[in-house]
């Protein structure tokens, strides 16, 4: 039932581990987008994607890697976690570019 | 200039208040515009679409002034269930003219008190 859904809900891990991050939107939107809200609660773009070609790409390093393998799904990998990668990651989804998105949980990713 | 600026808060109100929140943008090719809530520990949630013409959801208005760029959200008669973090949302042209940018303010953080 759940339109845009994104495992896992926490993620506890150690400096320098590798994780990944999926989300799977049932809408059939167009438009996927990586946020990432940090501990100011500022919601800030990491990348969007539509029609599974990248858009933006927000000057994030390039330890994060967007996956788009369809247009319901936008992964997120990352290497060689810091510890200032430690935030929420939302995904989100629209159905084109221009028009409201719709977000999953969240995944509160924690980095020790 | 941010691309799209709040106000600060936090904004503690009473019950029954009206409060108003305001926003600014600095992309005057922005398209579409939203405000969202979002309550603690949540993701944000699409609260209303801001149209040219102005538009109301119940106790909710927004309204859109392009000339000033910038945007409103009142609550009037506000309630326990209203206290949140409120969001405006902008989709902005990007340079390129062919795809767009769905950018968020920092969100303001109401409280309403008993």
């Known amino acids: 039932d759940t339109a845009v859904s994104q495992t896992p809900k926490y993620l506890v891990t150690q400096m320098g581990n590798d994780k990944s991050i999926k989300c799977e939107q049932n809408l059939g939107h167009d438009t996927m987008y990586w946020y990432k809200q940090d501990s100011k609660k500022f919601l800030k773009i990491m990348f969007s994607?539509?029609?599974?070609?990248?858009?933006i790409n927000e000057t994030v390093p390039n330890r994060f890697s967007p996956k788009s393998p369809d247009k319901a799904h936008l992964n997120l990998h990352i290497n060689s976690l810091e510890l200032g990668d430690s935030a929420v990651y939302f995904c989100?989804?629209?159905?084109?570019?221009?028009?409201?998105?719709?977000f999953g949980q969240g995944t509160r990713l924690t980095v020790v | 200039r941010k691309e799209v600026e709040q106000d600060p808060g936090p904004f503690n109100v009473p019950e029954g208040a009206t409060v108003a929140f305001n926003c600014t943008y600095s992309?005057?090719?922005?398209?579409?515009f939203f405000w969202y809530r979002q309550d603690c520990r949540k993701e944000p949630k699409l609260l209303m679409s801001v149209y040219s013409s102005g538009n109301e959801d119940g106790r909710f208005t927004a309204q859109l002034n392009r000339a000033s760029q910038y945007i409103s959200l009142l609550i009037r008669d506000s309630k326990l269930s209203d206290s949140a973090t409120y969001l405006c949302a902008v989709i902005g042209l990007l340079s390129g003219g062919s795809n767009y940018k769905l950018t968020f303010g920092k969100g303001t953080l109401l409280t309403v008190n008993p």
């Open positions: 992309n005057s090719a922005s398209q579409s």
């Open positions: 994607y539509n029609n599974k070609e990248l858009i």
């Open positions: 989100a989804s629209s159905q084109d570019h221009v028009r409201e998105a719709f």
